[in-house]
């Protein structure tokens, strides 16, 4: 009998999407398929330590108080010599420290900084231990909405021009000729938004130069790095997910989220009621209704060119970085023109995107979503790993223990 893989799913991080990932975890947690994989949940908090602990399973137990954490172990990341991870308690106890908890793969459900840009990425990456979703490099460029932009200029992508403004060295406020040089013939009204997040978090409308730098120190207190773009009139917004499936770059369901204001914020993406932050479809055969709620239309109905373009577009995105995971791809549009803009690209979504999977043709649930990213991980390493001394002979300096 094959034995199963041991998947470390891990969620939280030192990002202001911290809580957002917390849900995330917590239903890939209960979407695992446990017929294949021994997952266990690692939690990172938002000062940056890792814990493990089967009293991470219970949502009522977050955020871990002092006394929740006594029944936790603190531990840091390390390989095996045979490219298993582990996770190596931090601290020794009477009897020296406890044995590592090691795994196959790690199922990475973090958002925003952090977590989501690259940073665990390549932490995995130098350890030697497979993990899911976008690769590295992808994950950096893409977390960064104004280099989004510059990567994908050459893709027949419509986008907005935007303009970038910068935290001072000394402080979140910057001064008025530094906001008018950095927004140079930019107009108003105006979207601005932090560079490296997502979630809705943090962004705002202005209408005018002083309303902009009225929120640009909330915004910098998120994010050193602000993006702003022209507000696009009678705003509708289309999110599809992507990913590769046997070299065949498939795209999901499209949503078209609702909002009773301008933009659509945090609170009304996640708190208005319809969002699923317990868990998701667990065995194959049976659907959730997730976040399909009160906050999204579900393949609304659309004009097919449009739909054509939301598709291609997505697609062309994902391949450009040399697609893995399922990101999804969100799109700016006018309602009334018709226009339509490349919005974000978002790495990691939140829940994983499943419900788009679920609605789409053909579906896919919850448990086969994290099936096919765990798989794809382990695929991923093999094609890419290196030999153990990965020097060739001729570069080599110094003379190998071994030889």
Known sequence: MTAKRRVAVLFGGRSPEHDVSIVTGLQA???????????????????????VGNALRDRANYLPDDNARRNLTEVMLDATDDGEGQLVPRKSGMFGRGKPVTFDVALLAFHGNQ???GQIQGLFEMVGVPYTGMRTMASAALMDKSVTKRLLAGQDIPQLD??????????????GAAVAEAVGNAKFPACVKPCHLGSSIGVAKVDDMAELREVLP????????????????NLVEYNVAVSAFGGEVRTSAIERPKRSAELLNFKEK?????????????????????????TRDINP??????????????????????????????????SETGELWLNEVNPCPGSFGYFLWEAATPSMLFTELLSHLIEEAVGEFRNSRLPSDPTPKDARLF?????
Do not use: H
């Open 115 to 117: 977590g989501e840009d």
């Open 29 to 51: 947690m209960g979407a695992v398929d446990a017929s294949a994989y021994d997952a266990f949940p690692v939690y990172i908090s938002s000062q940056g330590k890792w814990f």
């Open 399 to 403: 003379k190998r223990p071994y030889e």
């Open 301 to 334: 109905d659309m004009p097919a060119a449009l739909e054509a373009n939301i598709r291609n577009w997505a697609s062309a995105a994902f391949a450009a970085v040399g697609g893995t995971g399922a990101p999804r791809i969100d799109f700016l549009g006018d």
């Open 218 to 233: 909330s915004i910098f207190r998120l994010d050193p790095v602000a993006i702003m773009e022209p507000f696009v009139p």
């Open 270 to 294: 996640y708190m208005s009621g319809g969002g699923d932050m317990k868990g998701g479809s667990k065995a194959p055969g049976t659907a959730s209704d997730g976040m399909l709620s009160l």
């Open 162 to 175: 935007c303009a970038v403004l910068r935290r001072a060295a000394d402080g979140v406020v910057l001064t």
